[in-house]
């Protein structure tokens, strides 16, 4: 009867180690999604910014661009 108990035993610390992995997986899968998720929003943020900054130079080089262009073509225009 000993003998049965053991194995028993055994049979349950074994099966508890078996659930006890599958939750650290499965917390190790959700820590790294959230990684994941966390470094493409970084990205996108990034992206983002960097198109904004590129949008108003843009600009800005146009508005300069026009200017310069309608006072030349003002100045020939009277000169």
């Known amino acids: 009867m000993r003998m049965r108990q053991s194995v028993a035993e055994i049979e349950e610390a ?3 180690e ?3 992995d599958r939750e650290r997986r499965e917390r190790l899968r959700r820590r790294a999604e ?3 998720k ?4 970084e990205r ?3 992206r983002g910014s960097m198109r904004f900054f ?3 130079m843009l600009l800005l ?4 661009g026009v200017t310069i262009a309608m006072f030349q ?3 020939l225009l009277l000169g």
Do not use: D, K, M
């Open 61 to 64: 080089g146009t508005a300069v």
């Open 18 to 20: 078996i659930e006890e």
């Open 14 to 16: 074994f099966f508890e």
């Open 73 to 75: 073509t003002l100045q």
């Open 34 to 36: 959230q990684r994941q």
């Open 38 to 41: 966390a470094r493409h929003r």
């Open 44 to 46: 996108t943020h990034r």
């Open 54 to 56: 590129a949008l108003v």
